[in-house]
């Protein structure tokens, strides 16, 4: 009997994959936390997923129905801002919206953090890449 579903390839390569898989099991505070709050529909009824490869990358956040990568940065990222920056415009290539909160914002002011991204949920008109203050 034919296969009726056959598989297609994966574009994504095997091991950027266990890459996303591998950091899927050290989740930091802040990251386990906005997951808890996003996860399952919770906010805004958008499907999020966590560590998310858009290859050649791999994402904290992603919601593909509002094209939204939510990223959060702790100390690291300060040294990394060319990387960053890159990072972040190609995804905007891709139409890609990406929004960046401090660890430490996501810890301290959580409730901005979650009416940020509501907004973006709710709001078709995406304001672009950027971070929160």
Not at 2 to 7: S, Y
Not at 105 to 129: F, K, S, W
Request: glycine share 4%; with cysteine; net charge neutral.
């Amino acid at each position: 009997m034919p296969d009726l579903f056959p598989r297609h390839p994966s574009v994504v390569p095997e091991d950027l994959k266990r890459y996303a898989r591998t950091m899927r099991t050290s989740m930091p505070d802040a990251e386990a936390l906005l997951w808890s709050l996003l996860r399952n529909r919770r906010l805004a009824n958008a499907k999020f997923r966590w560590q998310h490869v858009i290859a050649p990358y791999i994402v904290d956040f992603y919601c593909a129905e509002h094209r939204l990568v939510i990223e959060l940065d702790g100390g690291q990222h300060s040294e990394q801002q060319d990387y960053d920056q890159r990072r972040d415009a190609f995804l905007e290539q891709k139409n890609i919206t990406v929004l960046r909160f401090w660890n430490h914002q996501m810890l301290n002011e959580t409730e901005a953090v979650l009416e940020e991204i509501y907004r973006i949920c709710v709001n078709r008109d995406h304001p672009g890449n950027g971070r929160i203050a």
